[in-house]
């Protein structure tokens, strides 16, 4: 049950952030541009007890420096490295060690990560989800990103949803503003 209590709102945050950004293009763009804006990428997240929910999504451009099908070993490095780096949460979004937080599950999505449905877009996403079991949930007071910004220093502007003990907020980070409290 606590699981689909926080899987509500996360999903209530998506489903708003991408009316949001659909106000910003013309008519019958919104599948196609939803939220693409290189540079900038979407992070939601929901502390409920001892249980955070991550949800990452970002144009490739941001983390790959391109969007096609990996054309070069180069390119397949990249790929990996970015798949690598995605596989650590902990790190990357700086969760407090103190906090004694485990990843209990986490995914990836996107054309670039399945081969078949490579190059499909030119506008590829994407998505990282993650649910960590905290076991000192009291230490979690915030987050610092400062590690999310160096590794994909082409990711200039992270727009945040946060559920939390303290309600919900909306706010924008940058390399300059990366710490965020709950």
């Known amino acids: 049950m606590p699981r689909l209590l926080l899987a509500l709102p996360l999903a209530l945050l998506t489903l708003f952030a991408q009316a949001e950004d659909a106000h910003h293009h013309e008519p019958g763009q919104e599948a196609a541009l939803a939220a693409h804006e290189h540079g900038s990428a979407r992070l939601n997240l929901a502390l409920d ?3 955070l929910e991550i949800e990452f999504a970002s144009p490739a451009m941001n983390l790959l420096g391109f969007e ?6 180069a390119d397949r490095a990249m790929l ?3 798949r690598a780096r995605l596989e650590q949460p902990l ?6 060690a103190a906090a004694g937080c485990q990843v ?7 054309a670039l990560f399945e081969p078949a449905e490579a190059g499909t877009s ?4 994407i998505e990282a989800r993650y649910r960590l079991q905290c076991s000192t ?5 915030g987050l610092n990103l400062a590690a999310l910004f160096g590794t994909f220093p082409a990711t200039q502007k992270l727009q945040v949803q946060l559920i939390g003990p303290r309600g919900q907020q909306g706010l924008e980070l940058s390399p300059e503003r990366s710490g965020l409290t709950f």
């Open 137 to 141: 949930p009291d230490a979690l007071q």
């Open 91 to 96: 790190g990357l979004f700086g969760v407090p």
């Open 68 to 73: 096609h099908a990996p054309r070069s070993d």
């Open 104 to 110: 209990r599950e986490h995914s990836l999505h996107g």
């Open 49 to 51: 007890g001892d249980v």
């Open 80 to 82: 990996a490295a970015a």
């Open 122 to 125: 030119e506008h590829s996403e």
